[in-house]
């Protein structure tokens, strides 16, 4: 790695047990491959599917992760709010009610420079919040641009397509990176923009290949069928898959050089 660029790995949704499983098995080839300088991971299916608890954010870190990201399951464990308020390393959606106590600005700092992970919450086809693109106005207008050494990095938790490739627009050349998840879907169309601005509308999941975006495939089909409701549950198959970018910023303007995604598989029983 040039010693002018930073890299980060940002990694997908991981979904439950079947998810942390796969991290524990695919990690070291992460590290031997890519070279990352920091790890990322959306984290609000850690927990049994749904949330994030103490012990499975535990887990993650013990592997090296930096940040954990929230989405809109992020509090679906019961007791874990004055975790959140202390643990910095977890950071909830930033535009979710102020109600709830978080940190909501993730700060990675050296020497050579600070790094910002935001986590944001669409509103299209989800549950209301406060609106993503005056929230990300405001916390910009705190902090800065991305700059000479300042990367912004912004987790943009959303179920449209198109609301991902506007926010893309609005925050085109003031922040390092938009990447979309959510979906558990990997999308084909990592770019980076002529101001820098790394994108990608979805970077995918951690978790079973044979699966409903990581869920039991068995219980999602009966929903669709018959519109009865069933609890959903991470998906146990041998056949599993780590969805992620690898992203690399230019430290002079905190802006990014490229943007490559990857989908590795193991085979754990």
Avoid at 26 to 43: A, R, S
Avoid at 96 to 104: A, L, P
Avoid at 161 to 166: I, L, M, N, P
Wanted: proline fraction near 3%.
């Amino acid at each position: 790695m040039p010693n002018d660029q930073f890299s980060l790995i940002f990694i997908g949704d991981i979904i439950g047990q079947p998810g942390r499983e796969t991290c524990h098995r695919l990690f070291d080839q992460i590290y031997e491959k890519y070279l990352p300088d920091i790890i990322v991971v959306n984290g609000e299916n850690l927990a049994s599917g749904f949330g994030i608890s103490r012990k499975v954010a535990n887990e993650m870190f013990s592997l090296g992760v930096n940040f954990i990201t929230g989405g809109n399951h992020f509090l679906q464990v019961d007791n874990i709010e004055d975790w959140f308020e202390i643990e910095p390393k977890v950071v909830i959606p930033a535009n979710y009610t102020h109600y709830i106590r978080g940190n909501r600005l993730g700060l990675y700092q050296s020497e050579q420079l600070k790094l910002y992970v935001i986590s944001l919450l669409g509103r299209l086809y989800m549950n209301p919040v406060d609106n993503p693109f005056i929230c990300i106005d405001k916390i910009i207008s705190d902090i800065g641009n991305r700059d000479n050494n300042q990367i912004v990095v912004v987790d943009f938790h959303a179920e449209a397509t198109s609301e991902k490739q506007a926010m893309l627009h609005h925050l085109n050349g003031r922040v390092s990176a938009v990447l979309g998840t959510h979906t558990h879907v990997q999308t084909a169309d990592c770019l980076v923009t002529d101001q820098g601005t790394a994108y990608i509308t979805d970077v995918g999941m951690v978790g079973a290949v044979k699966s409903v975006i990581g869920m039991d495939w068995k219980a999602s089909v009966e929903i669709m069928k018959t519109g009865r409701r069933r609890r959903l549950r991470p998906y146990y198959d041998p056949l599993r898959k780590l969805d992620g970018v690898l992203v690399k910023f230019d430290k002079s303007t905190g802006g990014a050089a490229l943007i490559e995604n990857f989908s590795l598989r193991a085979e754990i029983n």
